[in-house]
Nanobody, 117 residues
Framework: QVQLVESGGGLVQPGGSLRLSCAAS????????MGWYRQAPGKQRELLAA???????NYADSVKGRFTISRDNDKNTVYLQMNSLKPEDTAVYYC???????????WGQGTQVTVSS
C-alpha cells in the first residue's frame, strides 16, 4: 500500500511563500509522473503541477510562474515551492501520481494552506 505524507502547509500572508513536501513510500516518485493537487472548500480537487520521471514539468494556468514542482528520487519526495501566494490559493494540498482524479483511490491526509492577512 502506497503511503503519501504531505507537510509544510500553514498560514501565510498574501504575497508570501511556502514550500510543501510529499514523502512517498516505495519507488513511486522515481518511477512515475507525480503531481500536486489541491481542493478548496466547496470546489473540486484539481491538478496544479506535475513532474515526470525525466524532470519535465507542467503547470495549471492558475499557478504558472508562481509555483515550482520538483522531485528528489533518492528521498522519494516531491516538493512544491509556492511564491506570490494569493487568498484564492487557500486549500488543502495533496500529492499523488499524475492520473485522472476519478481513478485515484488513495490520498494522503493533505496539508492545509491558508493565505490571509
Amino acid at each position: 500500500q502506497v503511503q503519501l505524507v504531505e507537510s509544510g502547509g500553514g498560514l501565510v500572508q498574501p504575497g508570501g511563500s511556502l514550500r510543501l513536501s510529499c514523502a512517498a513510500s516505495g519507488n513511486i516518485v522515481r518511477l512515475y509522473t507525480m503531481g500536486w493537487y489541491r481542493q478548496a472548500p466547496g470546489k473540486q480537487r484539481e491538478l496544479l503541477a506535475a513532474v515526470s520521471s525525466g524532470g519535465t514539468t507542467n503547470y495549471a494556468d492558475s499557478v504558472k510562474g508562481r509555483f515550482t514542482i520538483s522531485r528528489d528520487n533518492d528521498k522519494n519526495t516531491v516538493y512544491l515551492q509556492m511564491n506570490s501566494l494569493k487568498p484564492e490559493d487557500t486549500a488543502v494540498y495533496y500529492c499523488n501520481r499524475d492520473l485522472p482524479i476519478a481513478t485515484i483511490t488513495y490520498w494522503g491526509q493533505g496539508t492545509q494552506v491558508t493565505v490571509s492577512s
